[in-house]
């Protein structure tokens, strides 16, 4: 299976530590939106995407990486996070993601998140929440989250 996971990780390398257990058990290339050529991802049977969440959002260079790809028909694709908080019912920080991507062309068969670090205002004069985050669980939950992609359990 030829996967690749696409991953923007910017403030303390928490998604890039999810992203580098994920590709691992995938046998996939971590890249960033800028070292990825679009039109290599049509040639993937699974493509991974993640970020932190910023202000519940997804990162905003993996956001207009997605929004750049043209539509095609595309394999299957997975969406994965880390945060400070978990994804709030008022504001779903997977959704919008995982709807453009199926208007790329994709088919989302699973998402992760974990809690991570978080330095944002008005957590930064305490040194943040959730230090030390992600850890050994988190790692091996992405671990077991990769395993089942890669034996079909999501599909």
């Known amino acids: ?11 303390h390398g928490n998604t890039r530590k999810i992203a580098d257990v994920m590709g691992e058990v995938l046998d996939a290339r971590v890249v960033t939106p800028e070292q990825v050529d679009p039109a290599a991802l049509a040639g993937c049977d699974l493509v ?33 996070a880390t945060s400070g908080f978990p994804e709030a019912r008022f504001q779903p ?4 993601l995982v709807r453009m991507l199926g208007q790329k062309g994709f088919e989302v068969v699973d998402t992760f998140s974990c809690r991570a670090w978080d330095t944002y ?3 930064k004069p305490i040194g943040g929440i959730r230090k030390g985050r ?22």
């Open 134 to 155: 992600p850890g050994a669980a988190d790692l091996a939950a992405a671990r077991i989250f990769a395993e089942g992609l890669r034996t079909g359990a999501g599909r």
């Open 93 to 96: 920080f997977f959704r919008p």
């Open 48 to 80: 991974g995407f993640g970020s932190g969440i910023f202000l519940g959002s997804f990162h905003s260079q993996l956001r207009e990486f997605v929004q750049s790809l043209p539509q095609e028909r595309r394999g299957t694709a997975f969406v994965f």
């Open 121 to 123: 205002l008005p957590f």
């Open 1 to 11: 299976m030829k996967s690749v996971i696409v991953c923007t990780s910017v403030s």
